[in-house]
């Protein structure tokens, strides 16, 4: 266990459909991220918090809408997704943000979408 | 893209063999990172090297660092069966400035036989 812990592990819904993926970290860390992992493409960044403010979001499409309530939980809000948003969505935290920081991540959510 | 790509993508040896993997990097970098990743799970951190050090060792691993070249080795010495998972590099580049922007790769997959 890394100490952050992802629910759904595994979630499929209708492209209608809206649900939402939770994280929490028990680390005490400050900063929290969504990674989308797809096959056969790299690891891709969507959204990061600091101090649950958001610093980054990489160009996110908005049918993903995250929310930070407080540094140790995140939430990743789905709705109308399309089917090529099927993807492994794995959340991670790390002490700061800054360069040098390691990551810590669930064990992620595999999302399906029909 | 500033990704790092590993190379091989996948790699197959018998256990008590070395395990080699490279990645590479296309601008300059202030660290960089390996992670491991087990099937269907998170990515958990293995080592860090430093743009200044140029090898590092930690256990059965030893990674290597070629700033001149873009280009980090991983190498896992005496591969266990348990070695089987896929490997990431990750990069953490100077135009990230305090955003803790990792950059990972597309991963070599490893399988070690009994």
């Known amino acids: 266990e890394t100490g952050v812990t992802q629910t759904p592990r595994h979630l499929v819904m209708g492209m209608t459909n809206k649900k939402s993926l939770k994280c929490e970290q028990h680390l005490g860390h400050n900063a929290m991220y969504w990674y989308k992992q797809s096959a056969k493409k790299p690891l891709e960044l969507m959204f990061v918090?600091?101090?649950?403010?958001?610093?980054e979001n990489n160009s996110v499409p908005s049918r993903f809408s995250p929310e930070c309530p407080n540094s140790s939980h995140l939430f990743l809000h789905l709705h109308t997704l399309q089917p090529e948003d099927s993807a492994l969505y794995l959340c991670?935290?790390?002490?700061?943000?800054?360069?040098?920081?390691?990551?810590?991540f669930g064990s992620g959510t595999q999302l399906s979408v029909l | 893209s500033q990704q790092g790509e590993e190379d091989p993508q996948a790699l197959s040896i018998q256990e008590g063999e070395n395990a080699t993997m490279n990645c590479s990097y296309k601008?300059?970098?202030?660290?960089l990172q390996w992670y491991r990743q087990n099937s269907g799970r998170g990515l958990v951190h293995l080592i860090l090297?430093?743009?200044?050090?140029r090898e590092k060792h930690s256990g059965r691993l030893r990674v290597t660092l070629d700033t001149s070249k873009k280009s980090s080795s991983l190498l896992i010495t005496a591969s266990r069966a348990a070695d089987t998972a896929s490997y990431f590099c990750a990069t953490d580049y100077f135009g990230s400035s305090n955003t803790g922007k990792l950059i990972f790769g597309q991963g070599t997959t490893l399988q070690v036989k009994p």
């Open positions: 090297i430093r743009s200044n050090e």
């Open positions: 991670a935290s790390s002490q700061e943000l800054g360069r040098g920081e390691k990551l810590f």
């Open positions: 601008t300059s970098i202030n660290n």
């Open positions: 918090y600091n101090f649950k403010e958001q610093t």
